[in-house]
């Protein structure tokens, strides 16, 4: 349930953000002798960020293209609340007041500049419950290693091999895809296609959210995930199918390693959706009969959309790290949660200040490359809209190039500023329209 809040809150919860963090504020990282008898947890977060773009090359437009000249901005805070059950059992719940709007309201670009940017946009700030979920972990043996106290994490110990299983409203990127260098737009990356892989259409309602279950099996250097998730009732929408109507199957193999003695990872990760989608060659068909215009919706049936990603992370030196990740979708049947995006690849480094004296602070940079199909072209070019991108038509097709970089100055305990540059060749993958240059501030606070 969505309500709204008095524009005077969003006042009163910008100075709470611009402040230093107090002495009194709840550290995000347990003290060295938390142990096992953790009960309670409650941490929070506020992140604001102001998005902007000049002038470029913007010939023709359509109704979801990227405008040129604007600023926009978003601010979300977040509560963490959680409680210890029983043995290994967490109840955690994530109300949420969000409000704010993304350039052109999240339209324009399949990667999209601002993963703090919903596909629901609101003036006024609201209330919204993101997440509520049960996980319980079964401790099977192996080290024993601390678990620090964090958001949506109760400090305390558990066992390297472990059986993890999660229910109720969370986030797939919760548990699926993850990334030590790119999956949070509060901290790191910002681009939607760099926090997660782009051609990973999880499921997910309008804020990023879905209700289901996932279950993870932890054995020495391998971990082995499945999920079972709600899709939406319709394409992004802002309401979940309540008993998988229309749902997705998740499942993903990682292997953590180690080179030169520093750590890494190696992720491989399957999704499989099921549900009424459309075909775009079928929409087109139809077009072409009817004298109607183009639209994947008049051809919706019952069909199967899979899709696979591999994703890899490795610590280089004491302060520099790297990562990567590339996927591929069905490119002939539309995307249905996430993004316009049919395959991609993206590589970057992550950099602490130590070298500067400035140890806590981060130096990222990522180059992300996004495509769709031939049929997906087509369908654009005939006037198709897509989940974020259709500028009516599409008479010269490119990839989607993306350059991303941000510096995170961390200011004071749990606040942080960064300044955040991105370079987006082909918005949309119109080769007409772009390079669109676009900056941003982000403010961070974790207590």
Not at 29 to 57: E, I, K, N, Y
Not at 280 to 286: C, K, P, S, V
Request: charged letters at 20%; hydrophobic letters at 40%.
């Amino acid at each position: 349930m969505i309500r709204p809040l008095p524009l005077s809150s969003l006042a009163t919860l910008a100075l709470l953000l611009a402040a230093p963090a107090a002495a009194q504020t709840i550290p995000t990282r347990a003290p060295a002798d938390a142990g096992s008898d953790a009960r309670f947890a409650v941490h929070g977060q506020a992140t604001l960020v102001v998005q902007a773009t000049p002038g470029f090359a913007s010939p023709y437009t359509g109704a979801n293209s990227l405008t040129p000249r604007q600023a926009k901005e978003t601010a979300d805070v977040t509560l963490y609340a959680g409680v210890r059950l029983w043995r290994g059992a967490e109840l955690w719940t994530n109300p949420e007041i969000d409000q704010g709007f993304g350039l052109s309201n999240t339209l324009g670009v399949a990667g999209f500049p601002s993963a703090e940017a919903y596909k629901v946009g609101q003036r006024a700030p609201y209330v919204r419950l993101q997440r509520t979920f049960l996980r319980q972990t079964i401790d099977l043996g192996g080290a024993r290693e601390r678990v620090a106290g964090v958001a949506n994490q109760v400090a305390g110990w558990r066992t390297a091999d472990r059986l993890v299983l999660t229910i109720g409203k969370f986030g797939v990127g919760d548990v699926f895809d993850t990334n030590s260098y790119a999956h949070d737009p509060r901290v790191d990356f910002l681009n939607w296609s760099a926090v997660d892989a782009g051609s990973f259409d999880y499921a997910a309602d309008a804020w990023g959210y879905s209700t289901g279950v996932a279950a993870e099996a932890y054995r020495g250097a391998w971990t082995l995930r499945l999920g079972a998730f709600n899709l939406s009732k319709v394409p992004n929408g802002e309401t979940l199918e309540p008993g998988f109507g229309q749902y997705q199957l998740d499942a993903e193999l990682e292997h953590r390693h180690r080179i030169g003695g520093r750590p890494g990872a190696l992720r491989v990760t399957l999704f499989r959706n099921r549900g009424r989608f459309g075909r775009f060659d079928d929409a087109l068909e139809l077009a072409a009969r009817s004298g109607e215009p183009v639209d994947t919706a008049a051809v919706r049936a019952r069909r199967t959309r899979a899709g696979i990603s591999v994703n890899a992370e490795q610590t280089l030196t004491d302060t520099l790290g790297m990562f990567a990740r590339a996927g591929l979708a069905d490119g002939q049947i539309e995307p249905y949660d996430f993004t316009d995006i049919d395959r991609t690849a993206q590589a970057g480094l992550a950099l602490r200040g130590a070298g500067w004296r400035r140890g806590d602070d981060t130096l990222g940079a990522v180059v992300i490359v996004n495509g769709i199909s031939r049929a997906h072209q087509r369908y654009l070019d005939a006037g198709g809209l897509g989940v974020l991108v259709g500028d009516g038509r599409l008479p010269h097709p490119g990839a989607e190039y993306i350059g991303e970089t941000y510096y995170r100055l961390a200011a004071t305990r749990g606040f942080d500023l960064s300044l955040d540059y991105q370079h987006v060749a082909h918005p949309g993958y119109n080769r007409d329209r772009g390079p669109a240059e676009i900056f941003a501030v982000r403010l961070h606070e974790a207590f």
